[in-house]
């Protein structure tokens, strides 16, 4: 899911929670995790392309599956239930809650929109498949009608 839904998704549920608990710690730890989760994908950025941030490259990389590795160390499921365990075992206190929230908000809504393997955003599945980009996101990139221009030539060669 592209990060100006995330941020509308995310705006809605912290509206939402703040309105059933009137708690501005857990409405703004959800908006936090519901968004900035996606700033995992810099450091897979930064272990293909090297070290830079040209930010126009970076979106159409991510949103264009150029990646022959997919780390994404925030986008597991795994890190999302030990955050609902931590909570639950600290009773609740509001910002983790609303951060556990906003991490299993995100997820669920990129494991709807990113067309993943249905275990893809396992952590130990994408460590049992070495980390290979395809073994996580088996569907590749198909670009809208019309767009012809596919590659910017800074692709990496494994990449669909
Ligand atoms: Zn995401």
Aim: with cysteine; glycine share 8%; aromatic share 16%.
């Amino acid at each position: 899911m592209k990060g100006k839904h995330h941020l509308v998704v995310s705006i809605a549920g912290a509206a939402g929670i703040y309105t059933a608990s009137r708690s501005a710690p857990m409405s703004l730890s959800f908006l936090a995790f519901g968004v900035l989760l996606d700033l995992d994908h810099w450091i897979d950025y930064w272990i293909e392309y090297g070290a830079r941030l040209d930010v126009p490259h970076f979106f159409r990389a991510v949103s264009r599956k150029q990646f022959r590795r997919a780390f994404l160390f925030l986008h597991a499921w795994e890190g999302f239930l030990l955050s609902a365990l931590l909570a639950w075992w600290s009773g609740w206190p509001p910002l983790l809650s609303g951060a556990c929230l906003g991490w299993g908000s995100h997820l669920l809504c990129d494991q709807f929109s990113t067309k993943p393997s249905p275990w893809g955003y396992f952590l130990a599945w994408r460590i049992a498949g070495r980390f290979d980009y395809k073994h996580a996101f088996p569907v590749p990139y198909r670009p809208p009608p019309g767009d012809h221009d596919e590659s910017d030539g800074r692709s990496p060669p494994a990449c669909v």
